[in-house]
């Protein structure tokens, strides 16, 4: 079993930062990807950014240059550093791991931006 324990989301003013961790615990295994997804009222759930084991990221193209996902293998948690924020990146903020093509999900936590 999997666990993760999303953390750092909160209220912050457009042009400002903030920083969201994850914490996995369980059967992670060493070879994974991890990443973060958003979902905004009435929007579907979409890809924010993805690391591998090796380090390889993947962002969407709304938060290339603005975000930086990073990870810890040793403590396994992932992090997002979100800089230049705007409002329409208001969403909650999931936590996943795809492990052996199964994908593990946070509860989420919400990042407000106000204008």
């Known amino acids: 079993q999997v666990q993760l324990v999303e953390s750092g989301g909160g209220l912050v003013q457009a042009g400002g930062s903030l920083r969201l961790s994850c914490a996995a615990s369980g059967s992670i295994f060493s070879n994974n990807v991890m990443g973060w997804y958003r979902q905004a009222l009435g929007k579907q759930r979409e890809l924010v950014a993805t690391i591998t084991s090796g380090g390889s990221t993947n962002y969407a193209n709304s938060v290339k240059g603005r975000f930086t996902i990073s990870r810890d293998n040793a403590k396994t948690t992932v992090y997002l550093q979100m800089n230049s924020l705007k409002p329409e990146d208001t969403a909650t903020y999931y936590c996943?791991?795809?492990?052996?093509?199964?994908?593990?999900w946070g509860r989420g936590t919400q990042v407000t931006v106000s204008s």
């Open positions: 996943i791991v795809t492990r052996i093509g199964v994908n593990y």
